[in-house]
């Protein structure tokens, strides 16, 4: 079953242009990862939010978590071409070790 | 360097055969996952081992088996009961629970 739910599934920018992916889920969680694919790869984590924070950020990239409406972004600043790649946002309810992934988000960065 | 490594990168099966993917991981991680990704799609979770010599299935484990003897390794037997293999399989580990995953690089089956 796939909890997480990625919003657009496709996104085309220019270089410096900022990107907003959006990630919303169904039951409760304990955190929300964001992982980012390059094509032919495995996942990279790029970050992790626990359910009782609000905001992280780490480098050019800012996530933001709403509990209330089950809902994450992820914020890509300044982008750059090798930002080109999948991105997945992944939830973990805590019952175990598992992540549930979305279908997660193709993000093309044009130069 | 510590990391997970999965061998190997492509593999072809022939019908009727189980092929093995092997996953090794070199960073003291006491979970280790196995995913299956097909084309667009996330990954779907098909076993998943806390402990050595213990493991559980996850959403789609039918036509799979998977062993963990050691630490270090968790290798995933894709098995002929298994209809349509043709995906890609990821590696994952992870220490312990709210922790973030560490992925190898992937095994790319195909059907010959």
């Known amino acids: 079953s796939q909890q997480g739910e990625e919003d657009p599934q496709a996104l085309s920018i220019q270089e410096g242009e900022n990107a907003t992916m959006n990630c919303s889920y169904k039951?409760?969680?304990?955190?929300l990862q964001w992982y980012r694919q390059n094509s032919g790869r495995g996942l990279v984590h790029l970050i992790l939010?626990?359910?009782?924070?609000r905001e992280k950020h780490s480098g050019r990239l800012r996530v933001t978590l709403d509990t209330s409406k089950k809902s994450s972004s992820l914020l890509i600043t300044a982008s750059r071409a090798a930002d080109t790649a999948s991105y997945f946002c992944?939830?973990?309810?805590?019952?175990?070790?598992?992540?549930?992934f979305g279908k997660g988000i193709t993000l093309s960065v044009r130069p | 360097d510590g990391g997970i490594t999965q061998s190997p990168k492509y593999l072809f099966r022939k019908e009727g055969q189980n092929v093995t993917l092997s996953c090794e991981q070199n960073?003291?991680?006491?979970?280790m996952y196995w995913y299956r990704q097909d084309p667009g799609q996330g990954l779907r979770l098909i076993y998943y081992?806390?402990?050595?010599?213990?493991?559980q299935k996850g959403d789609i484990a039918e036509g799979y088996s998977v062993s963990r003897e050691k630490k270090e390794s968790f290798p995933l037997t894709v098995t002929s009961a298994q209809k349509n293999p043709t995906a890609f399989y990821l590696c994952?580990?992870?220490?312990?629970?709210?922790?973030?995953?560490?992925f190898g690089d992937g095994t790319r089956l195909s059907i010959l």
């Open positions: 992944a939830t973990d309810t805590g019952a175990n070790s598992k992540l549930t």
């Open positions: 960073l003291n991680h006491d979970a």
């Open positions: 994952a580990s992870s220490n312990g629970r709210y922790q973030p995953q560490h």
């Open positions: 039951t409760s969680i304990n955190n």
């Open positions: 939010i626990r359910s009782n924070e």
């Open positions: 081992s806390q402990i050595v010599n213990d493991f």
